[in-house]
């Protein structure tokens, strides 16, 4: 009988990095088009991921941790600025400015003053400031929370470490279009990348904290 894959990686995956003391919230691509039924990257795990995020939002505001947004635009003609990705994805090219499906989901939009960043390609990192911007406030944790967990999130999660940040992914406040890949990925990250961990447990936790002085 083939070995489960929890049971295969226990002992060599999955240790737990836990919360820093400076945590900032990372929400990532929550545009419509993943939400409007019909739509060619709709995605029915994103439509609940949305209607869990406004209670993360209310408790990251409310300890004034910092929130930080992030979406797909493409700018140049034929969506040149996206480069291979939008060939191998050419569903991609929905998001450009001026299309409705390219705007951010009612009730998970950024609050006037909060950053945000706009990228090309799947990681919020590659080709923006935000990994320096973090470390010049002195963030040491990053949660994550948005769309889709098999894309934009598994490589934000992926960069995320990379640049020496403790990664946070909340399962309730991402999604994806199947079932299948969502766990995988969530999966995989929690075993390699990051701790992949509730809503209540990530606001416990940003309470906790929050309370604490910042390391030096």
């Not at 010049?136 to 999660?157: F, H, K, N, P, W």
């Amino acid at each position: 009988m083939e070995q489960a894959a929890s049971e295969n990686y226990k002992g060599v995956w999955g240790h737990r990095i836990g919360f820093g003391t400076r945590p900032a919230l990372l929400v990532i691509d929550f545009m419509k088009a993943y939400t409007v039924p019909g739509a060619p990257l709709f995605a029915p795990g994103v439509v609940k991921a949305v209607a869990e995020t406004p209670r993360l939002l209310a408790a990251a505001r409310g300890l004034g941790v910092p929130v930080i947004h992030t979406n797909i635009l493409y700018h140049a003609p034929g969506c040149a600025d996206g480069g291979v990705w939008v060939r191998k994805a050419p569903v991609m090219t929905a998001m450009v400015a001026g299309n409705p499906l390219a705007e951010f989901c009612e009730g998970v939009e950024p609050l006037p003053g909060e950053p945000v960043f706009t990228k090309q390609y799947a990681s919020a990192f590659f080709g923006t400031s935000l990994a320096p911007m973090l470390h010049a406030q002195g963030i040491d944790t990053v949660i994550l929370a948005g769309c889709s967990t098999s894309g934009c999130i598994r490589a934000s999660a992926v960069d995320a470490v990379q640049h020496g940040f403790r990664t946070i992914v909340v399962r309730d406040c991402v999604g994806d279009r199947h079932e299948a890949p969502h766990e995988a990925n969530l999966f995989d990250i929690d075993s390699k990348y990051g701790d992949v961990v509730s809503l209540d447990e990530t606001i416990a936790e940003l309470g906790r904290a929050t309370s604490l002085p910042a390391t030096a």
